[in-house]
Nanobody, 122 residues
């Protein structure tokens, strides 16, 4: 397993931007897939974006065109650039690593960070 630590959350106004970062440590030489998930109060966890070890990406429909995921294998980081934020993007965002059958399948990830809070004010 990897140890994952997120950073970059905070409070932003509608239309603003934030950049989340996830730093991995541990068995970083293994080619994990990486993903970002979020969970809002009273709602289930949902997939946001993911990236395979080779760099291919997938996004949830509700963030396409607004969010960009990127990974730096040399630095063992995966970032999530979030633009045009909306109040409905308010949630705890967590990164994950593993070998899922598909990037959006949370059960396929075996390492999780604690998450970082993102709050978008209207």
């Amino acid at each position: 397993q990897l140890q994952l630590v997120e950073s970059g959350g905070g409070l932003v106004q509608t239309g603003g931007s934030l950049r989340l970062s996830c730093a991995a440590s541990g068995r970083t030489h293994v080619n994990y897939a990486m993903g970002w998930f979020r969970q809002a109060p009273g709602k289930e966890r949902e997939f946001v974006a993911g990236v395979w070890s080779g760099g291919s990406t997938e996004y949830a429909d509700f963030v396409k065109g607004r969010f960009t995921i990127s990974r730096d294998n040399a630095k063992n980081t995966v970032d999530l650039q979030m633009n045009s934020l909306k109040p409905e993007d308010t949630a705890i965002y967590a990164c994950a690593a593993g070998f899922p059958s598909s990037l959006g399948r949370a059960r396929g990830y075996d390492s999780w960070g604690r998450g970082t809070q993102v709050t978008v004010s209207s």
